[in-house]
Structure formats: C-alpha cells, structure tokens
C-alpha cells in the first residue's frame, strides 16, 4: 500500500509539471512572468474519474500546497499574496478520504454545477467559511483586481 500511494504521488506531481501548454516555457522566457494556460479540473472531470485519479489529484494539490508552506518558511503572507496560509487552516483536521468524498457528495448533489473548477468548490466549501471577515474583503478586492488583467 505504502508503494502504491508514493506512485500515486509522483504521478499527481508529474502530472502538475505536464499540465502547462507548450507555450509556458517559451511565454515565461520570453516575458519573465511565470504565467500559463492550463486546462481547468472541473467538477465534471471529478465526477467521471477513478478513485485513484481523484487521489492522485488532490494528493498534488496538497503537496503543493505544503511546498509553498514550507518556502514561507513560517512567515505566512497576506491573503492577497498567498493563499496559503487560509488553505492551510480551511483544510485543517481534513483527510483526503474526507475530501474525495466531500467533492463526490458535492457533485452528486450539485449535477448543475459540472463546470465548477474542483479548487473553487474545495475553496468555498472548506476555505471560506474559515475566513475572517476582513480576509473575505482582502481576498474579494484582490480577486477582482487580478480578473481585470
């Protein structure tokens, strides 16, 4: 089993470094911003894959998630620069089995929504609620001001 879950992990994390059209490279050279297009993981893709794909996603996601922690090096950023620091907390006392089953309830639940981003539905449903009500304001003006660009 312990086999198993360190190949489920350096696939979820190959597949995070494949993800990136070929464009990435070449844009991010050539302007020096770390920018990509990248297909979303909707709601839809969840419902539609494998337990073991389900695993693999979120076990990257949280892999992620703990590397950025780990760069902050206990210097934990404003939400408008790192949401970290909030997913961290969102997320805190969650196992992935719990969150696999939360985003298989959601969507069963939920058939409308089939187009949500999987990070956006985690988000809301673990990361928000656990927000002060300033951090909603900061995370709201700093979302609308990226979603000008």
Known sequence: MR???????????????LVPTAGFAASSIATGQMEAS???FSMDHWKH???DE??????????ALEMEKEWQAGKPQPISKSTVG??????????????????DSY???NPDKKNANVIEVLGV????????PAERKEAADHYARISRR
């Open 125 to 132: 449903m673990y990361v928000r609620p656990k927000l002060t």
């Open 107 to 109: 969507i069963e639940q």
């Open 49 to 51: 894959s494998s337990k």
């Open 3 to 17: 086999k198993s879950i360190r190949s489920t992990m350096f696939l979820a994390l190959m597949g995070l470094l």
């Open 54 to 63: 389900k695993m693999a996603f979120l076990f990257g996601f949280l892999s």
């Open 86 to 103: 909030s997913w961290v907390r969102g997320l805190s006392g969650m196992t992935i089995d719990q969150m696999r089953e939360s985003l």
């Open 38 to 40: 990248y297909p979303s």
